[in-house]
């Protein structure tokens, strides 16, 4: 088949394009067709709501609200007196919202701005997805990606739903466009410039950025020798590394670590209270496969027509096989796209909104795609070339085609949940809540735009600090937020018990919250046909509360002179005295819980195996107390104790009804011989079942 091919006048080892004839008026249509497809996804919202113009994502209003705030002045902060915060995914769509809503789109025609300028990006983008695939391949293929990306209801769904998906969209045909138009000459002047805008507008368009700038070198590396100056040519296509690297430093400055808030509660790396790499892996590989199957075409999301996936592969070996000349170009394209994917795939929210992280790659997907189908046509008579490729294209246009009413309506019942839920809960805790109080929220986006009170993100989007608390349970969320100034402390919660995040059935268990919601917000929006709804919940309660038992769990009577405390739950206390869980099993994870005793109230951790810690303050040759408050199972009561790797003896705490403990154990003088200590409260027979299983909430050092 090679052979044959290589035959053709399609083997190009040169950069020649199609032949230039009158102006071409094709994109334009394809334009204005996704344009006015992306008006009926408007009027679904119409419909779905009254009238009104709805976000179909929580997110929308997260940046809606960044947006104003730059707007008004108050840089990255996400409500006035907060300090700069890392929660907008999209550096660059923030700083566009910022500028639409100082030109004077406020109020309800902020959202009309979000949806209409990202449709108009999403139109742009099928424009010049069909000039890329002409400029690379025939005018063909580019005529069919730019229609089945007008015509992609997931396309669709995202670029209108007022998230950055459009620009992200744009952005990423543009590079492709220009890093195209730039390969012939070898002279890199623009291509850069658009990496940069696409590396500030989403984390995964610096990921692809950066793989156009190794493509670049490839192409400046083999004509070294045939370019004078080349060197010159190197250091500007670092552009966009230096945009990452500038977002980096932003964060530190802004937050103190270079982690934006959204990859600190969202990455696999970080989401629970351990990182097992064998469970990474495993999580990372369950997303990536699923991942793959949407691209296949072949689930129930009509992300892509079936089989697209497979056909794009074929595309990328008859491109790289036979357009020779633009191979670097094509191994660029691809590559970003598998690093993209890899690492999409290490975030818990890879498979979330419909794909929205993945939507603005699908057009260089398709490209391939339309590409493979080309290239199958090439081998058939030629006769019948024609009529094989438009026909076979014509199916594949038929299922998205077929997709798109299915999508419309998904967009217009998405749209009445999030007006159902999060919308309604911003507009009553704006009439009904006192002001001044301040608000704790799981959805921190519509609850922060619509009612006008302060918000503090249990997430950790908008507030930072709290998405590593999160991320390890209710106890150390709560520690985190009772060690807030107590007029920072939420008033309020307004929240679920579903993931993401911990639920808040102990807090109210605890008396932290009260028994009864001031108000329910039950989901009253019909449940798709596959049974699901676009929030993670199904009900979303306000509580009153309580905080007057803050810190009651400190307290603890010790024999002797206190020395140490060690707060089990509470992460600034752990990272103080380099607490460990010594889990007994690969992949368990000790997930903080907060309990109530009595007028106490502790954060503790669920332990199945052993703990350790380094132990501060002491006075070395004096005998050591130990103080714990456990809650211990019945099965394995005794503990082996350890002194900087020395065995101290075994101690028994024999579980007690009605919950918690007060154990205590005191090691001998002559092991305290520094005054930091690593002590070890270790399971008496390693590797092997039974493990004692319990609940540790503190240990308080005495001498």
């Not at 009926?40 to 119409?46: G, I, M, R, T, Y």
């Not at 709805?54 to 705030?69: C, E």
């Not at 402390?489 to 993401?500: E, I, L, M, Q, S």
């Not at 009577?557 to 992460?571: A, E, F, I, S, T």
């Amino acid at each position: 088949m090679i052979a044959a091919l290589n035959a053709t006048r399609e083997t190009s080892t040169d950069f020649r394009s199609p032949a230039r004839t009158k102006r071409d008026f094709v994109p334009w249509l394809i334009g204005g067709l996704a344009l006015l497809l992306g008006l009926v996804f408007v009027v679904f919202d119409l419909a779905f709501n009254q009238g009104k113009l709805i976000a179909p994502l929580d997110d929308v209003y997260i940046h809606l609200q960044y947006g104003r705030q730059i707007g008004l002045g108050q840089f990255f902060r996400y409500e006035t007196g907060d300090p700069v915060s890392a929660g907008a995914s999209s550096f660059l769509y923030a700083l566009v919202l910022g500028l639409g809503y100082a030109i004077g789109f406020t109020g309800h025609w902020f959202l009309v701005f979000a949806m209409g300028f990202n449709m108009l990006c999403f139109a742009a983008g099928a424009m010049l997805v069909t000039r890329l695939g002409t400029r690379l391949v025939a005018r063909s293929v580019g005529r069919w990606t730019g229609l089945l990306v007008a015509c992609s209801g997931v396309l669709l769904w995202g670029t209108t739903s007022g998230m950055e998906v459009g620009l992200v969209l744009l952005l990423v045909v543009a590079a492709a466009l220009v890093f195209v138009h730039e390969t012939p000459a070898g002279r890199f002047r623009w291509t850069p410039v658009v990496s940069t805008l696409l590396a500030l507008a989403r984390p995964e368009g610096l990921i692809f950025a950066g793989v156009l700038v190794l493509g670049q070198w490839w192409i400046l590396l083999s004509r070294r020798r045939t370019t004078t100056r080349s060197w010159a040519r190197w250091p500007w296509t670092l552009l966009p590394a230096l945009a990452g690297l500038g977002q980096l430093l932003f964060y530190k400055l802004a937050t103190g670590t270079t982690s934006a808030n959204g990859i600190q509660a969202k990455s696999l790396l970080y989401d629970r209270p351990e990182f097992y790499l064998a469970e990474f892996l495993d999580r990372t590989m369950a997303n990536l496969r699923a991942l793959l199957g949407a691209f296949l075409g072949f689930t129930n999301g009509d992300f892509a027509f079936p089989g697209a996936l497979l056909l794009a592969f074929g595309g990328l070996l008859y491109l790289v096989l036979i357009r020779r000349a633009w191979r670097p170009v094509f191994v660029a394209f691809a590559a970003g796209l598998v690093v993209v994917l890899l690492s999409v795939s290490t975030l818990n929210t890879a498979l979330v909104h419909n794909l929205r992280y993945e939507q603005p790659f699908l057009p260089i997907v398709l490209l391939f795609a339309v590409s493979g189908a080309y290239g199958i046509t090439r081998v058939v008579p030629v006769s019948v070339r024609r009529y094989a490729l438009h026909g076979g294209l014509a199916v594949a246009l038929v299922f998205s085609l077929l997709a798109v009413p299915t999508w419309a309506v998904r967009f217009g019942r998405d749209t009445s949940t999030i007006r159902d839920t999060d919308v309604s809960v911003g507009a009553w805790v704006s009439g009904n809540l006192p002001p001044g109080a301040s608000v704790a929220v799981k959805d921190v986006g519509a609850v922060a735009y619509f009612g006008e009170h302060h918000v503090v993100d249990l997430i950790g989007l908008g507030t930072n600090g709290l998405a590593e608390p999160s991320n390890n349970g209710i106890g150390s969320l709560y520690e985190a937020l009772r060690h807030l100034p107590a007029a920072q402390r939420p008033a309020y919660f307004a929240t679920y018990d579903t993931g993401p995040g911990p639920s808040m059935a102990q807090l109210r268990q605890a008396g932290i919250l009260a028994d009864e919601p001031l108000q329910e917000f039950k989901v009253q929006t019909p449940l798709d046909l596959s049974g699901n709804v676009i929030v993670p919940f199904r009900e979303i309660d306000v509580y009153r509360a309580d905080w007057s038992l803050a810190g009651s769990g400190d307290v603890q009577q010790v024999p002797g002179q206190l020395r140490d405390y060690v707060n089990v739950g509470d992460l600034t206390s752990e990272g103080a005295h380099a607490y460990e869980p010594e889990m007994a099993q690969v992949n368990m994870q000790p997930v903080s819980i907060v309990t109530r005793m009595g007028d106490v109230v502790d954060s503790g951790r669920t332990i199945l195996g052993g703990e350790v810690f380094t132990a501060r303050n002491l006075t070395p040759g004096r005998a050591l107390t130990l103080t714990a408050r456990t809650s211990m199972d019945k099965i394995v009561p005794d503990m082996q104790v350890l002194v900087d790797g020395k065995a101290a003896g075994t101690w028994v705490r024999t579980p007690e009804p009605g919950g918690w403990a007060t154990y205590t154990y005191t090691i001998p003088g002559d092991l305290i011989t520094s005054p930091s200590p690593r002590i070890e409260v270790r399971q008496p027979r390693p590797l092997l079942n039974p493990y004692p299983v319990y609940n540790s909430y503190g240990y308080w050092l005495s001498q």
